[in-house]
């Protein structure tokens, strides 16, 4: 797996305003208004009414919470990649399988030491106090307001930013008595080639087929880009493979949105465990070896590979039989 590394970042709860006003996937804008054009339903939280929004609900009550961040991420990606690129993939989820999509967070913890970087909270800083403090109290909004299932996706992910969410998730799926995930994007998509990575291959080809206007490979000159780790984007990064990844993400993530909210206590208290035992696992490794990423080591060798799927199809024991193997 190819990591984003120093990171060193949190922004409140600042959200994207104008940015995907126009170029989020189901506007008109990018859609086209033409005849025999079909225009997705709105499913942006901010921008839809209170009948609009029990009406939604209704038919699926299950929030999206895209995180992300203000980070350098070279000179060919605008600095909101990370909650530009969660807000588009919960978005597309969303008018697919059901549910809202809340206004993104601009936060995390870590970001790197490059220009155009809010630094807020510590890169290894897994006691983050703004991030888990925010997802929490949204999540607990979240329920207040009659959702029954919240899927936090993270696209920024530092080693420590994951453990925070998906730590935080857990807690709040029991606290609350209602499913919460807490996952970065690329664990749904490792059994396709994704393991992460920071303005590479991977981050920009998604952004070339989720908002192909924020890229521009012109900016780069010859190889090592500056804040970019992973496979040059110049030379491999393309709208057909970012195709790939978002549809598998998007497509994990509509099967949730629709599943989550009907499942009883005994299915949620497995998927809990599961996600418990991984994120525990992460943790305890990072305490002991005194690195972060410990807890990766071994995704890149084809552990949990399959998580993604595992994860739609409900085979929680599956996902925690490989916890061991991290």
């Known amino acids: 797996m190819t990591r984003k590394s120093d990171r060193r970042q949190f922004v409140g709860g600042l959200t994207l305003g104008g940015l995907l006003a126009g170029p989020v996937a189901g506007t008109r804008a990018e859609q086209g208004a033409g005849k025999g054009k079909a225009v997705p339903r709105e499913v942006r939280l901010e921008h839809l009414r209170p009948r609009q929004i029990d009406e939604a609900m209704k038919a699926c009550p299950t929030l999206f919470q895209p995180l992300g ?11 909101g990649l990370d909650a530009v690129k969660a807000h588009l993939l919960c978005t597309r989820a969303a008018q697919r399988g059901g549910g809202l999509v809340a206004p993104p967070l601009f936060g995390g913890v870590g970001g790197l030491d490059e220009p155009h970087t809010f630094i807020m909270e510590p890169e290894n800083d897994i006691f983050s106090v703004l991030v888990r403090g925010w997802v929490e109290k949204l999540c607990r909004e979240a329920v207040r307001q009659g959702f029954k299932a919240i899927i936090v996706l993270t696209g920024h992910y530092g080693a420590a930013q994951q453990m925070v969410v998906r730590e935080a998730a857990v807690r709040m799926s029991r606290a609350l008595a209602v499913p919460v995930l807490g996952t970065p994007e690329y664990w749904l998509a490792l059994d396709v080639g994704y393991g992460g990575d920071h303005a590479a291959w991977g981050e920009t080809s998604l952004m070339l087929y989720l908002y192909p206007e924020s890229v521009d490979l012109a900016q780069l000159g010859d190889a090592p880009h500056r804040g ?40 949620r208290q497995r998927f809990v465990d599961a996600e418990a035992a991984l994120v525990g696992r992460q943790i305890a490794l990072s305490g002991q070896t005194k690195t972060a990423w410990a807890g990766w080591r071994n995704l890149g060798k084809g552990v949990l590979r399959d998580y993604g799927r595992l994860l739609v199809e409900q085979k929680f024991e599956d996902i925690a039989a490989g916890v061991d193997k991290l």
């Not at 961040?69 to 600095?79: A, P, Q």
């Not at 978002?246 to 005994?266: N, V």
């Open 69 to 79: 961040t203000i980070e350098w991420h070279g000179l060919h990606n605008v600095v």
């Open 228 to 267: 970019v780790g992973g496979r040059d984007p110049k030379k491999f990064a393309t709208r057909a493979d970012g195709e790939k990844l978002a549809e598998t993400i998007i497509g994990r993530l509509a099967s949730l949105a629709r599943q989550m909210p009907t499942w009883d206590a005994a299915t």
